[in-house]
């Protein structure tokens, strides 16, 4: 059956506007290069290392705003300790946002990313959300594109690796009152890493978290900021400590509907082929992975729906079978099978299923170009 023409959200329909391409963007971040570069040996260590998020690169792209002049100072500059103040308002108030996106190497040396337009207006949403300021898309990409440039060499060729490229910006006014930050620094650094899983999709447990939550309606929940990462990090200890790996909160009128994991959307696959996932509430995250799945899905001609989903349904329906499968996805792990749900009052497994193999495949073989794209999704940064 075919789904009901999608109207594309306001992330969906500015990723979808054209970009120029990278040598025309090119530049507008100039190199200074770093006078200290990783040794060979460091170098060889990190790369045959590639653990994701702890190693970062030679450099780093740079550009400040100022409310008196914007965004200036555009630079790609040595990677190192930040000089700042301790009265720096980030500090003390958390203004801050940031982005994940990666760069990958195809088998022809070329490095190319995904949807990057999709990151430039949620860094710009989650902005506006802060009251740090918004900043050209094409700034968003060069910025992109001039540091990968920079650091070509630390992009990883391994089978599923990719540089797990960070963009954020943060209040560093040194002014300890509370007001929207006059000076705001943006930054981008990578870190090389390897792929998520090892052998293939392995499943993780996840806890149903019902004491916490970490957005509320008209908060922050659909803004990337770390904040909503410090609130899920308690559950998260609790969850660990009970042999689950992360947790999934649940809305916070009723505590009855799955919004999201502290940093992945889900989705639930049902026997009859039908597939599921929370609709958008302005509480969780327009995940950019959860916007090309359910394209792919729709335009399959699947039954696609984004609605509330309850809880007691999914457990019961794992139960009776009705429900086949349950997976996360973001762009670090890309798509993760949920094997086992757990919380206070149930303790549910099932199996990795071939849709979440299947859309693993799918997705993955778009972005290393062993696919066709036809949704103009892949971008050449060099
Ligand atoms: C980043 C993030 C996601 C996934 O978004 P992608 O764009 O797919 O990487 C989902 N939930 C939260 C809370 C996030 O921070």
Redesign the pocket.
């Known amino acids: 059956m075919a789904s009901i023409q999608h109207i594309p959200t306001e992330l969906e329909a500015s990723a979808d506007l054209a970009l120029p391409a990278a040598d025309e963007l090119a530049g507008r971040f100039p190199l200074t290069p770093n006078p200290a570069p990783a040794s060979p040996e460091t170098y060889e260590d990190i790369m045959s290392t590639l653990a994701f998020g702890r190693k970062f690169t030679d450099h780093m792209a740079h550009m400040r705003w100022t409310r008196e002049v914007g965004w200036t100072d555009h630079g790609v500059i040595a990677y190192g300790p930040l000089n700042l103040v301790p009265g720096a308002s980030v500090f003390h108030y958390s203004q801050s946002v940031f982005e994940?996106i990666k760069a990958y190497k195809r088998a022809d040396g070329s490095v190319w990313t995904f949807r990057p337009g999709?990151?430039a207006a949620?860094i710009n949403h989650s902005a506006r959300r802060l009251a740090l300021p918004e900043m050209r898309r094409e700034d968003f990409v060069a910025s992109l594109v001039d540091y990968v440039r920079a650091d070509l060499k630390w992009v990883p060729e391994a089978e599923g690796a990719s540089l797990y490229l960070r963009p954020f910006m943060f209040a560093s006014e040194e002014f300890v009152g509370i007001h929207p930050a006059g000076v705001v620094d943006y930054y981008v650094i990578g870190s090389p890493s390897g792929r998520y899983f090892k052998n293939g999709l392995s499943g993780v447990a996840i806890w149903v978290e019902h004491e916490y939550h970490?957005a509320g309606p008209g908060g922050t929940g659909s803004a990337?900021t770390g904040g909503?990462?410090a609130a899920s990090l308690l559950p998260q200890i609790r969850a660990e400590a009970r042999g689950f790996s992360q947790v999934c909160f649940l809305d916070t009128w009723e505590g009855r509907y799955l919004e999201?994991?502290?940093?992945?959307?889900m989705f639930v696959v049902m026997a009859d082929g039908t597939v599921r996932t929370p609709e958008l509430s302005g509480v969780?995250?327009e995940?950019?992975?959860?916007s090309a799945i359910l394209r792919m899905l729709r335009e399959e001609g699947g039954d696609v729906r984004e609605e509330k989903i309850v809880l007691a349904d999914v457990i019961e329906g794992i139960c009776s079978g009705a429900v086949a499968e349950v997976f996360a996805?973001?762009?670090?792990a890309m798509v993760t099978p949920i094997t086992r749900l757990g919380s206070d009052d149930f303790d549910v497994e099932l199996p990795v299923g071939d849709k979440t193999r299947q859309i693993h495949r799918r997705l993955t073989d778009i972005q290393w170009g062993r696919a066709a794209d036809p949704y103009g999704w892949t971008y050449r940064l060099a």
Request: aromatic residues 8%.
């Open positions: 994940g999709y990151n949620r970490r990337k909503n990462y999201e994991l502290g940093g992945m959307n969780i995250l995940g950019c992975t959860r996805c973001g762009t670090a």
